[in-house]
C-alpha cells in the first residue's frame, strides 16, 4: 500500500479542500502517514494569498525537495492556490516538483498520485469557476467541531485581493448538500459547525437568485447534535433585517460575528473598492449590538492601504476605541501582484508594519477588558485537549473561533469534543481559568 503524507497550509477554505484529496487518496488505497520523510509521495496543498503565505509554501516545498535528493521521499504533488496562481511558472522555478494542480484540480488528486509512482508527469488546471465539486471529506479538526463549507470563489474583487484571480468567481454549494453533510458531521460528534465561504452572507445570490443564509442556518438549527454554529466572513453591505433576526433568535447560533471591514475611512475604502462607507459601517455595528445582546465582534483590518496617511490612520484608530470590536486579525498591506492596489502609490512596509503593531497594542486593552467581564460567570466551553506543559485542559467559549483567538484553561475532568459549563476563576493575558462546575466550589 503506497504511503503519502499531506500539508495543508493557509486557509480554513484550504484545509477542507486537503481534507477531500484524504478521502480520495483513502478510499483508492493509500495510506495516509504523519511525516513525508520515509514515505511514497508527498502532498502540499499551499496558499497564495499574500507574499508571507507564499514564502511559507516556497519554504514547505523545498524542505520536501530536500529530502527527495536525499532519497527520503519518492515524489512531490503541489496543489493549491500557489500552483494556481503560477501555474507556467512553478515547475520551471521549483522542478522538483512532480505534478500539479490548480485550485480546480483536487479532484484529480488520485490521477496525479498513480502517475507519480510511475513516474510521469502531471499537471491538471481545470476551470477555477466550476461548480463546487461535492467530494466527501475525512475531518481533520476536532475533536468536536468542523468547517462547513457552503461556497467557493469571490466576485467581491477587492482592490488588494488576488482570490477572485486565484479561486474564481462566486459559487454557492446546493442547500441540500450542505445540509447532508452538516448532518454527517454530527452524527459523527461534531457540536460546532463553523460556517466558511470567502462571504457567506452571498450565499445562495448565484444559485437560488437571493440571499439564503438566514433559510440554512434554519436548517442547520433543526439537526439534531448540533450545538453552535459559528459565522465567517459576513461582509458588511449584505446584511438585512432576516439576517440580523435569525442571528438574534437562533439560539444555536453563538453571538460572535467575524465581519472583515478592513479600513473605516471612506475614500480609502472606495478606492479599495469596499462596498458601503464607513458611516454604514458604524451604523451596521450599532445595529448589531442592540439587536443581538451579548454579541462578540472579530474583524480584519489592513494598515498601510493605498491613501492611508497618518490622519486616515487615525481615524481608524478612533473608530477602534469607540466600537470596542473584541477580535481584530490585522494585517500590514501587501501589493499583491496583478491587483489593481499594487499599481497605486502606498506607504512603505515597514510604516505598515509599525501601524499593524499600534492597532494590536489598542486591541489588546479591548481584548484584556471583554476577558475581565467574564471572571465570575458560568460558560458553556467546548474541550478540545489536555496541555501536559501547563497541566490544564484547553477549551473555547462562543467568543472563541478556533486558532484565531483566545482560549480557556480549564481544571477538572474534562470530555474532550464535549461542550461543558466551566466557572471562570480569573483572566490573565486575555486568557481565562477556570473550573468545571462541580469543582467551581473551590475558586
Known amino acids: 500500500m503506497p504511503t503519502f503524507a499531506l500539508t495543508s497550509l493557509g486557509c480554513a477554505k484550504n484545509l477542507v479542500n486537503s481534507e477531500q484529496m484524504l478521502f480520495l487518496l483513502q478510499e483508492a488505497g493509500f495510506r495516509n502517514v504523519p511525516d513525508a520523510d520515509g514515505a511514497d509521495f508527498a502532498v502540499i496543498n499551499t496558499c497564495g494569498f499574500i507574499d508571507a503565505a507564499k514564502s ?47 485550485v480546480g484540480s483536487f479532484g484529480e488528486i488520485v490521477r496525479a498520485a498513480e502517475a507519480v509512482l510511475e513516474h510521469r508527469p502531471f499537471r491538471s488546471f481545470l476551470d477555477s469557476s466550476a461548480p463546487v465539486d461535492e467530494i466527501p471529506r475525512v475531518v481533520s479538526t476536532g475533536p468536536g467541531w468542523a468547517w462547513l463549507r457552503i461556497a467557493e470563489g469571490c466576485d467581491n474583487f477587492c482592490a488588494f485581493c488576488a482570490i477572485p484571480y486565484i479561486r474564481g468567481r462566486y459559487r454557492s454549494r446546493d442547500m441540500d448538500a450542505v445540509v447532508r453533510e452538516a448532518e454527517g458531521l454530527a452524527e459523527a ?32 438549527f433543526a439537526i439534531e447534535g448540533i450545538q453552535w454554529i459559528r459565522l465567517h466572513y459576513l461582509y458588511p453591505d449584505q446584511f438585512d433585517d432576516e439576517l440580523i433576526d435569525e442571528i ?55 494598515t498601510g492601504l493605498p491613501g492611508e496617511g497618518e490622519e486616515e490612520f487615525e481615524e481608524l484608530c ?31 512596509a515597514e510604516t505598515a508594519a509599525q501601524r499593524a503593531d499600534r492597532i ?21 466551553i467546548l474541550i478540545e ?32 469534543g464535549e461542550i461543558q459549563p466551566v466557572r471562570i476563576c480569573r483572566a490573565e493575558n486575555g486568557i481565562l ?11
Request: aromatic fraction near 6%; charge should be negative; charged fraction near 30%.
Open 56 to 102: 511559507e509554501a516556497i519554504d514547505c516545498i523545498l524542505e520536501h525537495a530536500a529530502l527527495k535528493a536525499e532519497g527520503r521521499l519518492g515524489a512531490i504533488i503541489v496543489t493549491g492556490c500557489l500552483s494556481e496562481r503560477y501555474q507556467k511558472e512553478i515547475q520551471q522555478e521549483l522542478p522538483e516538483i512532480d505534478a500539479v494542480l490548480g
Open 433 to 443: 481559568y477556570g473550573k468545571l462546575c462541580e469543582e467551581a466550589t473551590r475558586c
Open 318 to 348: 478612533l473608530f477602534l476605541r469607540e466600537a470596542k470590536i473584541e477580535r481584530a486579525g490585522v494585517f500590514p498591506f501587501s501589493p499583491e501582484e496583478g491587483t489593481p492596489a499594487a499599481e497605486m502609490t502606498h506607504v512603505d
Open 360 to 380: 494590536l497594542q489598542l486591541q489588546g486593552e479591548f481584548l484584556d477588558a471583554f476577558a475581565e467581564k467574564q471572571v465570575g460567570r458560568t460558560l458553556p
Open 189 to 220: 460528534g461534531i457540536k460546532e459547525l463553523i460556517v466558511i465561504a470567502q462571504d457567506i452572507t452571498r450565499y445562495g445570490t448565484d444559485r437560488y437568485g437571493r440571499r439564503c443564509l438566514s433559510d440554512l442556518c434554519r436548517r442547520l
Open 248 to 302: 438574534a433568535q437562533n439560539p444555536k447560533i453563538l453571538k460572535y460575528l467575524d465581519i472583515p471591514i478592513q479600513h473605516i475611512n471612506n475614500e480609502i475604502l472606495r478606492r479599495m473598492n469596499r462596498h458601503g462607507s464607513g458611516d454604514e459601517i458604524r451604523a451596521l455595528l450599532k445595529t448589531l449590538r442592540e439587536r443581538i445582546p451579548g454579541l462578540v465582534l472579530r474583524t480584519s483590518l489592513i
Open 385 to 416: 485537549r489536555y496541555d501536559e506543559e501547563e497541566a490544564c485542559w484547553i477549551g473555547r467559549s462562543y467568543a472563541d473561533s478556533p486558532e484565531i483567538d483566545s482560549f480557556v484553561c480549564i481544571s477538572g475532568r474534562c470530555r474532550p
